[in-house]
């Protein structure tokens, strides 16, 4: 039987009761040094081409002296620290050796403790001093033998002169000066000699051509495509909330709704799944990254969630996710910019340099936040790859705003656009902005014995306001009084210990409300009200989905970034008439009524008629989960921005005009015997083209015809032959850049041509021109398809 002596057992307790803090800092601080020691050589160790293995150590260099200095520096910093743990060890040993003296039982076989702590610091001090000594000679070594080779090489690597690269040699000059500037050029082999420099420049980007001495087998030998896979719906949406993440109150947020709405997303996938009849769907690899949720952009939502804060964006995020793991898709989803780089294969640095390999997603989807930091990090690749972007832009981006030079030259400059993107890549919540692809979200719908259980459950005198936020109810009392006179009054309002003084003492405030029961409440109200802001938001959807009347403010003059703070330096001219143009536009009385608050006889009269009037609970085909898969599955399968259109043959014959004049002189249509234009999406034959009145948009004047601006369209008008059919008399035509082109110019009697693709816009208009506007039909109850689109 083994003993163990009592004496041994208090000597280990009490040896590691002296480690004290102070000497874990400095073990820690030991650590954290040698770890600036491997980096501050400007990632020599941690640089590895693709292929290395993860034991290699580079003998390729960034600039000897300099490191060198470093490796001086460090060791007079380890020297020094040596000797201050020598003094801190012996004050503390000295003065424990005063508290022993009355203590009987204290062993000796302590005291050898701290000495051998300071012993164990010495011999790590003295292991990193000889990995410097060590590193120094490689150093030495290195540069030496870079000499050799280059002098070796200096015929075979000068910049060639090739009128296919004509690039080339500039950017050979610019890597002498400044390739130390990002470590990612190390990573890719990049040591400061003209061999270097070309094989960078032809094998990683593409500016010099490849150098006949170079083995290309490897980098010929291109990643094979995966083999096509059928995309299958699903129903269980259980792996989607674990690709969502956690930690966040936002993410948190999205999985509860996500999970609530699972059997209405499994319903909408059969129902979407009879209308395709078996239509083969290629599964697309998509990546999510959501970037107003990350760190690096601040997260100024998250911490608002349980707050009042806004939940729209969050709402149609989650909503997203859902359709695109739902329609059967490979999806992961990244909140962290370090989630993002590992994702897309950043090579370390700065994001000055390509990725380390082929982009692996098909499509992306993220937002202004998540576009800026790939353009930071993605080096030439996000102009390589920028076409299978999707922007998430609640409020949309015009043509004229995202045009970079075009938007620098004429004013429309602003912080969110001159992306250069295809409009049609920016995606919006309501399709306010034909210019760009409507994304929208979906509310819950309801079945019909929910409806009649609504309907038998309303309170006929029961308002519930729209802002949860008290600064929204502030100077609403003359509103709020008139109101009172009629119904009782509900707010969810957010505060934490006292009533807000903002909300009146008649209103009832339930607090801010978890989703289900704010649902419940709207089931039980007659009315919900808007105060103006916040705009576009989901609430109002989903009020009229739970069977409440609408009411908001009509604004005059409209709102636009020229008179409002909120609308200042987003990239678009629209103008908001009121708080929701989507319910005023495309739903409507009964169920949204949009009157002057400012007049209080209008306000009052449109008050008792809601009072009297029976709604049924109503929700728009393209809000429910059925509509949005609808949707984004038609755009999955046909929106296609990286196929640039070849270029006609020489000699070949102009084809014969596509185009008729209508029976009644008034517009064109595609001629029944045109050949249709390949791969145009939506058909080319739902186009209808009119020209518009002075001053008047496309957008509103496709409207007026009960039809849908169609900006893909464009280019077939763009032509002399499209006015000369519509018989408009051009005494001249010229093609010149500018939004609002194709156009008529009165005064002069002159047409005009659009000279830049990127600039075709259904936004926008001007007294001095009318517009040659291309519609399409449209789906009953979802406006972004056409009849014939899906």
Known sequence: MITVNPDGKIMVRRCLVTLRPFRLFVLGIGFFSL???????????SARRPGDSPFTVRTEVMGGPESR????????????MVKRMDTLARLENSSELHRAAGDRHFPVDRLPAGAGLMERIQAIAQN???????????????????????EGRRDQCEAPSDPKFPDCSGK??????????????????????????LVYLSEVEWFCPPLPWRNRTATQRARKPLPKVQAVFRSNLSHLLELMGSGKE????MKKRTKRL???????????????????????????HIGFLTEESGD?????????????????????????????????????????????????????????????????????????????????SFKKYRCRIRVIDTFGTEPAYNHEEYATLHGYRTNWGYWNLNPKQFMTMFPHTPDNSFMGFVSEELNETEKQLIKGGKASNMAVVYGKEASIWKGKEKFLSILNKYMEIHGTVYYESQRPPEVPAFVKNHGLLPQP??????????????????????????????????????????????????????????????????AESFIGKPHVWTVDYNNSEELEAAIKTIVRTQVDPYLPYEYTCEGMLERVHAYIQHQDFCAAPGPAPPGARAPESPFILAPNATHLKWARNASLAPGAWPPAHSLRAWLAAAGRACTDACLDHGLICEPSFFPFLNSQDAFRTLQVPCDGTESEMNHLYPAFAQLGQECFLQKEPLLFSCAGSSSKYRRLCPCRDFRKGQVALCQDCL
């Open 300 to 380: 100024v939502f998250s911490p608002r969630v349980l707050k009042g804060g806004p939940l729209g964006e969050m709402v149609q995020w989650a909503d997203i996710l859902a359709a695109l793991y739902v329609l059967g898709h490979g999806l992961r989803v990244t909140v962290s910019l370090k989630e993002l780089q590992s994702n897309l294969g950043v090579p370390p640095g700065r994001g000055n340099c390509p990725l380390t390999m082929p982009l692996p997603f098909d499509l992306i989807y993220t937002d202004y936040h998540g576009l800026q930091q790939m353009k930071q990090h993605m080096g030439l």
């Open 250 to 253: 936002s993410l948190i947020f």
């Open 69 to 80: 200095g470093v490796l001086r520096k460090m060791s007079d910093l380890l020297e020094l």
């Open 172 to 197: 050979v000059e610019w890597m002498r000066a400044r390739w130390t500037s990002d470590p990612c050029y190390a990573f890719f082999g990049v040591d400061g000699t003209e061999c270097s420099f």
């Open 128 to 150: 990193v001093s000889d990995i410097a000594a060590k590193v120094d000679q490689i150093l030495r070594h290195s540069l030496l033998l870079h000499g050799k080779v280059s």
């Open 517 to 582: 029961e704010f649902q419940q409440l709207l089931r039980k109200a007659k009315l919900f009200i808007g105060f103006g802001f916040p705009y576009e938001g989901p609430a109002p959807l989903e009020a009229i989905a739970n069977g409440c009347v609408f009411l908001q403010s009509r604004f005059s003059p409209p709102h636009s970034s020229l008179n409002h703070e909120f609308f200042r330096g987003k990239p678009t001219s629209r103008e908001v008439f009121s708080q929701h143009p989507y």
């Open 35 to 45: 770890c600036f020691l491997m980096t501050s050589l400007g990632g020599q160790f």
């Open 262 to 288: 699972t059997a209405q997303w499994a319903l909408a996938a059969q129902r979407l799944a009879q209308k395709l009849g078996g239509a083969r769907r290629d599964q697309k690899q998509v990546l999510v």
